[in-house]
Structures are given as C-alpha cells and as structure tokens.
C-alpha cells in the first residue's frame, strides 16, 4: 500500500532568488561573448547545471534538484539585452564620473540585472537592493556591495 505521507522525489521549483542568480551568471558572461551567442550561452549553462546535477547524484542519492525556469531566465536574460543601453546609461548616470569600462564586471552584472529588476521587472527596490547586495557580497570584492547599495540607492 502506499503512503500517502512520504514526500515524492518531484523536483521543486526553485526561488525567485535562485533564478536570480541563474540570471546573474549569465549576464556575466555577456561580457565575454558576442551579443548573438546568447542562445549558445543559454544552451552550454543549461548542459553544464545538468552535470553539475549529475555530479550531485552521484555522490547524495537523496539529493533533489531544482526545476530550474528556462522561460523566466531567458525572458530577463533578453529583456536586459534590449534595455542595456538605458541601463548602461543609469549606471554612468548614477556612479558619478566611473564609466562602464572601469567596473568590475561582476558588479557591472550585479547592477545591470538589479537596474532591470527596479525599472522593468516590477520587484520592491528594497528587496532587489537587498539581493544585489547578497550577490554581491558572496561573488564580488569585499566592499563591492556598498558601492552597489550606493547606486541601486539612487535609483
């Protein structure tokens, strides 16, 4: 008979802040690539989370990935591409006299995704400042993240 109660190994959606961080890595990327690779780009992230779920299998049986969502990270991945320009131009506006050539690019790519978040993606700018700076604070510099909160701040 079977039990009702025991949980079933279906993989669980996965957070809006862990979409976020799939969003991140690949607007980091961009900036190794041409901008018609994204598709590329999407594709090689997607085989390499697949491997690394693989890897994770194998050494944790019980272990239970994340339905990652494809349509979510690849609609903002997009909709950031064709707000950069504007994005880009708050940035510069915003960071008084730093171009965008002389950020760090993981910042650039903490700011680009949480500029797009603020203006386009409808999210509390206290919560996307607060994200930004979690981004920040586990990829980025040491004090990288107050020069984020100092531009998101002025938004």
Do not use: C, G
Not at 41 to 58: D, F, W
Not at 107 to 114: G, P, V
């Amino acid at each position: 008979m079977e039990d009702l109660h025991m949980p079933k190994k279906n993989k669980k959606l996965e957070t809006r802040s862990s979409t976020r961080t799939h969003v991140f890595n690949i607007v980091f990327q961009l900036e190794f690539f041409q901008k018609d690779e994204i598709q590329e780009i999407l594709n090689k992230y997607y085989e390499i989370l697949e491997i690394e779920e693989e890897i994770e299998k194998r050494k944790d049986e019980d272990f239970s990935p994340l339905k990652i969502n494809k349509n979510i990270i690849e609609r903002q991945v997009f909709d950031i591409l064709n707000h950069l320009e504007e994005i880009d131009k708050k940035i510069e506006t915003y960071s008084e006299n730093w171009h965008i050539s002389r950020i760090d690019k993981v910042d650039l790519a903490i700011l680009r995704l949480a500029i797009y978040e603020i203006l386009y993606d409808d999210i509390p700018q206290k919560v996307v400042i607060n994200e930004a700076i979690e981004l920040a604070k586990e990829y980025s510099s040491e004090k990288s993240y107050r020069f984020i909160n100092a531009i998101l701040a002025k938004i």
